[in-house]
């Protein structure tokens, strides 16, 4: 039989904000444990919440940018349950009016087509502790930190029909939070969780299959191992005539497998309720305004204005507007009155290159933007040439100065003076008279013996379309 | 020293007739001999309110003290104070040392006051009177074989036994007023939202709400003017102006318009505190005030509607008692379930259980709209209710309680007949109006609380209507006979 | 709505309360009257009518995105019932 694989992704992004949701108290990753959770976080008898700002600004940012619609009420609402990383045995989260309503983004996928995945909604609530499940006396260490700290829940509708579409959603999401400055991004530390409602039915049925929730992936890679492993698990379980179960499964990424959380098979009554300790929010045309200024240019756009503005190819554009501190850095490079072809290419290849070979971060790239820059303009002005150019960049990395220094320091000059070249010529074809015949005889591959003779005695520094001029003229006679 | 008001107190003050160190060390006295019969104080600082008192008397010399500075009043035991047992009345508070102060008490330490304890409270503040406290039941002074009222009965109590000048308590069903009403005191639960509810334990958020209890209505004014204004870390707190509460007390009541709901006159009132009601508002027609009956249609369903929105909320709001951070934790638990299940199971009382089953039960699948949607829309209806109402009248008043103190006992066995104590007062909770309880004629020696609730934001008005009656009557100057 | 004895129970779960085996037939009974109190409710016609959730209407107020509270941890935990290099211990957490 076909099968056909249906997904739709809730992923929690923690905003980038200073203090938490409803405290004062700091999200900085890291800390000592319970040093950064206040007595609000800690649920202390007699506190309440209060609503930071950021994370209404920062979810409306997102709504905007997945065109979604934005209400003009949004009310809070209590999600009760217990558990040891949920001081008040309730999350304060969002179930009727979230924040974010229905919206859309459309992918790029493999082939090269465009699909739409609709965004069902995103709400804000606010993110748990953690349980340390290192021996304690048989105990589990609690640490809430993490309480508190602001999350906005984006969850997609079942649109996918592939693991690839269903990374390429998640990718997109994870550029677009990160281009808008709401979220880290770094999912290594949980700033960026995904969660995969898997289903399976056979190819041409409407109804849906009974879908699993995968939880515990914290990279785009285990995202698609979890869904490839649990694919076929439920064709092997279809297959064979069983049922799929409903229920929650953890990715374990050391076996490559999923399994059933015991702990959440119980069936959940969440009991939502309005928070009576918060009021409707309500988002004044006025605040709405003030994100859309907020807003920064969104990759699609930039995509779209690099291809346009400096005659990209879309392959290049695409690979630029990545991230948003790289497209910024290109932006620098061609500031400096750079070809934005080349600047392109020396971002996209030599940079990348170089800082993916040193596993650095372009945050830390040895070579700035000016750095570069400088470089691009004496290889435009032939003071170097291109093959140089790369001995220059090296030195640069490496701190010897801006690229003119370090043409200095080096000799590396091109020489273009014709009468120079002339006469290093003249030499060659003086000790060379066999080889001279030879090309007059027609062997023209022999050009290439030439040119290598006179970078030979030039360092290579010999402006190479000036050599070949004056060579061809010289041996054709 | 006893038998005088704030007002006069604080002239004692002023005018050096008597310290606070002695004013405390007078009624530290009193709590020391009386209270074992009374049981009005879970707790009492009296290291501490010597201390507050000394430093109360250097700026009384100074001169820089206000109208509170230097008084001694008790904190209900639901407010947090920091360093010191914050039990709610419960087990599972018992080892509770507040690390904060909420935002009640941060203000009242700052108008000056010295606080000489905490006061015994059902637990939880879920109770109408007193019986459901961890610490005990607490005596009405007036007859010790009967009930203070509740939920804040040691406040009522400490107050009418003048075992201190004032007190805090909390109302989120009539827990200021039934309770002031049963010990012949003032008590006033403003409009919600009027005070912080930072650091008062929640019952049920949308309803709770702070407020003075003292020996009369120029009291309550002043204790108001301190524990009133926004707070930046209640979300629910009304930024809304705070005016002069004494500056009012004193206006004519001529042309005042007095709206009788009838409803609150039907059966189930008793006789004689429905004459000590009429009789008092012969009192107003006195003044030149006009009475008229209004119909507050839907009252008859304020209890059934507070029995699901207090209880729903309340269930959510004391989840956080799971013996993992602070609180009761029960004996070697053998798994997680076992923690949370015997450390709630043994920590929270009989009555407390009951209501976190019932919001439980309104708010689980399938019942959700059939109870708890239901009571958030009846709970409309009858603040429409009081919409339509002040748009005829200024005021309405009617009894705070349907009967004068019962027996201690007498209720505890069926929830329900003990509900519907609150029959009078449920509704300006709902509503989230100001109401106020003070003591009328009383009927066989036991006191008789006339209740007026007043508009949005009109705690002014109420104090106003309160004061001009108790200049004229006196029935707040009374003491239970054997505590004068 | 009467309750009996395994609704008291899933409740009782629900809201992770252990009752005395003896007493619950007691709640189901005292439950089931408070039930039959507020099903009084079911008269009140309530078509048309919003639920109401705050007494006053007001909006949230936001609050400005600093760090205000600072490290309180050992105040906060010296009134916890087990406590080990600052974290709060509880029974295993099972996942």
Redo the contacts between chains.
């Keep these: 039989m076909q099968w056909e694989t249906v997904i739709g992704l809730e992923i929690h992004t923690q905003l980038a904000?200073?203090?938490k949701i409803f405290?004062?108290?700091?999200i900085a990753y890291g800390a000592?444990?319970?040093?950064?959770?206040?007595?609000?976080d800690?649920?202390?008898?007699?506190?309440?919440?209060?609503?930071?700002?950021?994370?209404?600004d920062m979810a409306l940012m997102f709504g905007l940018a997945v065109d979604a619609q934005i209400g003009s009420r949004s009310v809070?609402a209590?999600k009760?349950y217990?558990?040891?990383?949920l001081?008040?045995?309730?999350q304060i989260s969002q179930f009727e009016l979230p924040i974010v309503g229905r919206g859309s983004l459309t992918v790029d996928l493999e082939d090269g087509q465009q699909k739409e995945i609709g965004i069902t909604r995103a709400h804000l609530e606010e993110d748990a502790g953690k349980?340390?499940?290192e021996d304690?006396?048989?105990?589990?260490?609690?640490?809430?930190n993490r309480a508190g700290t602001p999350l906005l829940e984006i969850v997609s509708e079942p649109d996918m029909r592939s693991i690839k579409e269903a990374v390429a959603y998640a990718r997109k999401i994870h550029q677009l939070v990160v281009y808008l400055g709401i979220c880290d991004g770094n999912m290594q530390e949980g700033s960026f969780r995904v969660d995969a409602n898997l289903s399976m039915r056979p190819k041409g049925q409407q109804e849906f299959g009974t879908r699993t929730e995968l939880k515990n992936i914290n990279s785009f890679r285990f995202l698609e191992r979890a869904m490839n492993f649990e694919r076929e698990r439920q064709i092997d379980l279809l297959e064979s005539g069983k049922a799929v179960v409903q229920e929650t499964r953890?990715y374990d990424a050391d076996r490559d497998e999923t399994r059933s959380?015991?702990?959440k098979e119980e069936a959940n009554?969440y009991?939502?309720?309005?928070d009576?300790?918060?009021?409707?929010?309500?988002i004044t045309e006025q605040r709405l305004a003030q994100a859309k200024e907020r807003m920064p240019e969104l990759p699609d756009q930039k995509k779209a204005r690099f291809a346009s503005d400096y005659q990209l190819s879309d392959v290049d554009a695409t690979l630029l507007t990545q991230s948003r501190p790289q497209a910024d850095y290109y932006e620098q490079v061609v500031a400096t009155g750079a070809d934005p072809k080349i600047a392109a290419n020396w971002v996209t290849v030599e940079l990348a290159g170089a800082l993916n070979k040193a596993g650095l971060e372009l945050s830390d790239s040895p070579v700035s933007a000016e750095h570069l820059g400088g470089l691009l303009k004496r290889i435009a002005d032939s003071t170097i040439s291109g093959k140089l150019a790369k001995q220059v960049f090296e030195a640069i990395w490496q701190g010897e100065g801006d690229a003119d220094t370090v043409i200095e320091a080096k000799g590396l000059k091109q020489i273009t003076d014709t009468g120079q070249i002339e006469s290093i010529i003249d030499e060659i074809i003086a000790a060379n008279p066999k080889q001279v015949e030879q090309f007059q005889a027609g062997k023209d591959k022999l050009l290439g013996f030439f040119v290598g003779q006179v970078m030979k005695q030039t360092q290579g520094k010999a402006n190479p379309g000036q050599v070949n001029q004056i060579l061809l003229k010289k041996l054709k006679g | 020293m006893h038998k005088k008001t704030i007002v006069e107190l604080a002239a004692g003050l002023k005018a050096r007739e008597f310290s606070s160190v002695e004013l405390t060390g007078h009624f530290l006295e009193r709590i020391e001999r009386l209270d074992g019969n009374i049981n009005a104080f879970i707790t009492t600082t009296a290291e501490q309110a010597l201390a507050e008192a000394a430093a109360a008397d250097e700026k009384l010399k100074a001169g820089d003290a206000g109208p509170l500075t230097g008084i001694p009043i008790v904190q209900k035991d639901i407010?947090?104070t920091q360093g010191v047992k914050?039990s709610?009345g419960s087990r599972m508070?018992d080892n509770?040392i507040?690390?904060?102060d909420?935002t009640v008490v941060t203000k009242l330490k700052q108008a000056g006051v010295v606080t000489l304890g905490k006061a015994n409270m059902d637990e939880f503040a879920m109770g109408s009177s007193n019986e459901t406290s961890f610490y005990g039941n607490v005596h009405n002074p007036w007859d010790r074989e009967r009930v203070p009222g509740g939920s804040s009965g040691g406040s009522a109590a400490a107050v009418a036994a003048r075992m201190a000048a004032a007190a805090t308590g909390t109302d989120t069903g009539g827990s200021i007023r039934q309770p002031a009403a049963l010990c012949g005191i003032t008590g006033l639960k403003p409009t919600y939202g009027r005070i912080s509810?930072?650091?008062?334990?929640?019952f049920?958020?949308?309803l709770d709400q702070a407020g003075p209890m003292t020996a009369s209505a120029e009291d309550a004014a002043l204790m108001l003017q301190a524990m009133a204004g926004f707070d930046?870390?209640?979300?629910?707190s009304a930024d809304h102006p705070v005016p002069d509460y004494s500056a009012t007390l004193g206006d004519s009541l001529a042309g005042l318009k007095i709206g009788l709901p009838k409803e609150y006159f039907e059966e189930g009132l008793d006789e004689g505190v429905r004459s000590s009601i009429e009789a008092a508002l012969e009192v107003y027609k006195g003044f030149g005030a006009e009475v008229v009956e209004i119909s507050l249609p839907n009252s008859a369903m304020a209890v059934p509607t507070y029995y699901v929105v207090a209880p729903?909320?309340c269930?959510?709001n004391?989840?956080?008692?799971?013996g993992?951070?602070?609180?009761y934790r029960c004996e070697d638990p053998k798994d997680?379930e076992d923690l949370?299940k015997r450390s709630r199971g043994e920590g929270f009382g009989a009555e407390v259980k009951r209501r976190i089953m019932i919001g439980?039960y309104a708010?689980?699948?399938g019942y959700?709209d059939a109870y708890?949607l239901k009571a958030q829309k009846t709970r409309h209806l009858i603040s429409d209710d009081f919409k339509q109402a002040f748009q005829q009248v200024d005021v309405i008043m009617g009894p705070a309680t349907p009967a004068p103190a019962f027996k201690l006992g007498e209720k505890t066995d069926d929830p329900v007949t003990m509900y519907l104590n609150d029959i009078y007062t449920i509704a300006a909770n709902l509503a989230g109006l100001p109401g106020l309880s003070m003591p009328v004629q009383p009927v066989n020696g036991l006191p008789v609380g006339l209740q007026l609730i007043g508009n949005y934001f009109a705690e002014a008005k109420l104090l106003n209507v309160a004061h001009k009656f108790q200049q004229e009557t006196g029935w707040h100057r009374l003491i239970p006979e054997g505590l004068d | 709505m009467s309750l009996d004895r395994s609704d008291v129970e899933k409740i009782a779960h629900?809201a992770?309360l252990a009752l005395d085996e003896n007493q619950v037939e007691g709640y189901a009974a005292e439950l089931s009257n408070i039930l039959a109190l507020v099903e009084q409710l079911e008269v009140a016609d309530t078509d048309n009518i919003e639920p109401m959730?705050?007494p006053l209407h007001?909006?949230?107020?936001?609050?400005?995105?600093?760090?205000?509270?600072p490290?309180?941890?050992d105040q906060?935990?010296a009134i916890a019932p087990?406590v080990?290099?600052?974290?709060?211990?509880?029974?295993?957490?099972?996942?």
């Design positions: 904000s200073k203090s405290s004062g108290a700091s000592e444990p319970n040093s950064q959770a206040c007595i609000v800690l649920g202390f008898p007699g506190v309440l919440p209060v609503l930071n700002e950021a994370a209404v809070f209590r009760n217990f558990y040891p990383d001081p008040k045995g309730y349980s340390l499940h304690f006396h048989g105990m589990s260490g609690i640490d809430l953890l959380m015991r702990s009554d009991r939502y309720f309005p009576p300790d918060l009021l409707p929010v309500e | 407010f947090c914050t709610c508070l509770f507040s690390p904060y909420a509810r930072f650091g008062m334990i929640a049920a958020s949308s930046p870390r209640d979300s629910t729903a909320e269930s959510s004391l989840s956080r008692f799971d993992a951070r602070f609180g997680l949370y439980t708010l689980s699948a959700y708890y | 629900l992770r959730a705050h007001m909006a949230q107020r936001l609050r400005e995105d600093q760090v205000t509270e490290d309180r941890r906060n935990q087990l080990e290099n600052g974290l709060y211990l509880v029974p295993k957490v099972i996942e």
